[in-house]
């Protein structure tokens, strides 16, 4: 089993929806939760960042972790054709060294 | 003023070549990482440093040779360059591994 699950998509969707995209992941130990955007033939850029559970909301995108049932989400809300992407969730243990990537969603928003 | 940058963008070589690639952050971060990213987006670890030193080292053929001379850069020489090979490496650094800033990526072409 992986330690981090994604689905891969992808997820077509027209412009002003609300977009979900969610992760699931198997060690307890996790802490920290990101998403990252990456466009085509560019880095993942750091999108959302939190720290155990709850929400965390910056424009028009919310994080949400619930640590109780290993599941991490992130809401778009207002998709625009800019927001087209694939969107890639990592976490990360307390004290640990390194990243647990999802595989990434494709995400087109159709104008 | 980019956080993470790496050279080059583009490389395209021969099969049997040697090349190299260089990172620098100017985050502060203690952390650098290397990784290798699919055709499918899959970001997959190869090295981490730490201050300098080698903290993480997967599974990775040993014509890969990551080196730090300080804990702002961090390059990587890969040697007898193989088909296999073609993929985008993206360098990344992080302060304990809360959250990872990644460099825009090297397209390695092996023809």
């Known amino acids: 089993q992986k330690e981090v699950e994604q689905d891969p998509g992808p997820l077509s969707v027209p412009e002003g929806a609300i977009v979900s995209l969610n992760c699931t992941y198997s060690?307890?130990?996790?802490?920290?939760f990101m998403w990252y955007r990456q466009y085509s033939r560019k880095g993942p850029e750091l999108l959302m960042y939190?720290?155990?559970?709850g929400n965390k909301e910056d424009g028009r995108f919310t994080a949400q972790v619930d640590k109780s049932s290993k599941y991490i989400s992130l809401f778009i809300r207002d998709s625009q054709p800019s927001d087209s992407a694939t969107y890639l969730c990592?976490?990360?243990?307390?004290?640990?060294?390194?990243?647990?990537f999802g595989t990434g969603t494709s995400l087109t928003v159709i104008p | 003023d980019t956080a993470v940058s790496q050279t080059p963008k583009y490389l395209v070589t021969q099969m049997g070549n040697d090349k190299s690639i260089k990172c620098e952050q100017n985050?502060?971060?203690?952390?650098m990482y290397w990784y290798k990213q699919d055709s499918k987006k899959f970001l997959k670890i190869m090295f981490s440093?730490?201050?300098?030193?080698?903290?993480i080292n997967e599974t990775v053929p040993n014509r890969f040779s990551p080196k730090s001379p300080d804990k702002a850069h961090l390059n990587l020489h890969i040697n007898s360059l193989e088909l296999g090979d073609s993929a985008v490496y993206f360098c990344?650094?992080?302060?304990?591994?809360?959250?990872?800033?990644f460099g825009q990526g090297t397209r390695l072409t092996v023809v």
């Open positions: 985050l502060g971060h203690d952390t």
């Open positions: 060690n307890s130990a996790f802490q920290y």
């Open positions: 990592a976490m990360s243990p307390s004290g640990g060294n390194q990243f647990y």
């Open positions: 990344a650094s992080s302060q304990a591994a809360r959250a990872a800033f």
């Open positions: 939190t720290y155990s559970s």
């Open positions: 440093y730490n201050n300098k030193e080698l903290i």
